[in-house]
C-alpha cells in the first residue's frame, strides 16, 4: 500500500510512515499490512504521520482498532508529527487521551 511505508523495527517499536490519504477506500489495506508486521513481530507501533493529509472516521476506526490489539498484549501505540487539521480529529474524539500524540 502505497500510503503505509513499514521502516522497520526501530527503538523497540515497528516504526510506519503514512502519507497522502487514508480513508474507506484504502483503510481495510492499512490495517492488514500495520496488522500484518506486528503479528510477525508484537512490540509497540510508531507512526510518523508527517505526509500524512488526510484520515476520515473509518480510519480513525482503524486506529483504535491497531491500538486496541496492541494494547491486548502490553503495547502501545504513538503517532508522531500529525498535522494540526488531523490531531484536531483525535482530540474532538477523546483520542489523544489514550493513544500517545506527540
Not at 510508531?46 to 483504535?64: M, P, R, Y
Request: net charge negative; with cysteine; aromatic share 10%.
Amino acid at each position: 500500500m502505497e500510503q503505509v511505508k513499514f521502516i522497520g523495527m526501530e527503538e523497540n517499536a515497528l516504526r510506519f510512515a503514512l502519507s497522502g490519504d487514508v480513508d474507506l477506500g484504502n483503510a481495510d489495506a492499512f490495517y492488514e499490512e500495520v496488522s500484518r508486521a506486528y503479528n510477525a513481530a508484537p512490540s509497540n507501533i510508531v507512526f510518523d504521520c508527517q505526509e500524512l493529509n488526510f484520515i476520515d472516521s473509518t480510519t480513525l476506526g482503524t486506529f483504535v482498532k491497531l491500538f486496541k490489539e496492541a494494547q491486548k498484549n502490553g503495547h502501545g501505540v504513538k503517532l508522531c508529527n500529525l498535522q494540526p487539521k488531523i490531531k484536531k480529529l483525535f482530540v474532538i474524539c477523546s483520542l489523544d487521551q489514550i493513544m500517545d500524540i506527540a
